[in-house]
């Protein structure tokens, strides 16, 4: 099993969403962040003011896959996520050793 974790642009939540989904994808998670990549932030004008953001908020989603799986969720997310522009994000695959399902107890890819 795998976590696929991808950073992306927040408007952009519904169309990744929408395409794992389709691929089969039953459950995920988003948290809401900020950071910063090769990008240093970016300036705002507001009111007249210049304001330098240094942090960048982004959504992360979390998705448990199993290793068959792994490819086309990344292909998935990067296809839907993408605008071509600096700062569409990044996404990370981690190895996932166990996993659990409180309610009844399941194990392993059966949980997925």
Do not use: C, N
Not at 23 to 32: F, I, K, R
Not at 56 to 80: H, Q, W, Y
């Amino acid at each position: 099993m795998k976590r696929v974790e991808a950073y992306i642009k927040p408007f952009k939540i519904s169309d990744v969403q929408e395409a794992l989904l389709k691929v089969g994808v039953q459950g995920m998670t988003l948290t809401e962040v900020k950071g910063f990549g090769r990008q240093k932030g970016h300036t705002e004008l507001y009111r007249g003011a210049e304001y330098h953001i240094d942090f960048i908020p982004k959504i992360k989603l979390e998705v448990a896959v199993a290793d068959s799986m792994v490819d086309k969720v990344v292909r998935t997310i990067m296809d839907a996520a993408r605008t071509g522009k600096i700062g569409d994000g990044k996404i990370m695959v981690v190895a996932l050793e166990q996993a659990w399902r409180i309610r009844t107890g399941e194990s392993g890819e059966d949980i997925l």
